[in-house]
Nanobody, 122 residues
Framework: QVQLVESGGGLVQPGGSLTLSCATS????????IGWFRQAPGKGREGVSC????????YYADSVKGRFTLSRDNARRTVNLQMNNLKPEDTAVYYC???????????????WGQGTQVTVSS
């Protein structure tokens, strides 16, 4: 059974940092694209970052470039999202996703975690 379990969300002040982790199981990790989407209150799901080994460097949304870093630990089957210089507009539920390729379209991703809340507020 394919499973994605996120952790690491919380409350942080503007300018602060958080690291989200996604633990995976039930599929061949190295063959899949793993990424993160987020959904803010009253808004649709937005692609944040995605990595597929064959593609090389991860993809990032323009809104997070230079602040967020996605990394894969293939031995541990985990994906981390290091988030620096957080802004109030980064407040959202963050979801780990998996599929055969990266895409900015949430409907392309067939596997989703349960989500973890990130709140950026003073």
């Amino acid at each position: 059974q394919v499973q994605l379990v996120e952790s690491g969300g919380g409350l942080v002040q503007p300018g602060g940092s958080l690291t989200l982790s996604c633990a995976t199981s039930g599929f061949t990790f190295n063959d899949y694209a793993i990424g993160w989407f987020r959904q803010a209150p009253g808004k649709g799901r937005e692609g944040v970052s995605c990595s597929r080994l064959i593609d090389g460097e991860p993809y990032y949304a323009d809104s997070v470039k230079g602040r967020f870093t996605l990394s894969r630990d293939n031995a541990r089957r985990t994906v981390n999202l290091q988030m620096n210089n957080l802004k109030p507009e980064d407040t959202a539920v963050y979801y780990c996703v998996a599929h055969y390729y990266c895409s900015p379209d949430a409907s392309d991703f067939s596997v989703w975690g349960q989500g973890t809340q990130v709140t950026v507020s003073s």
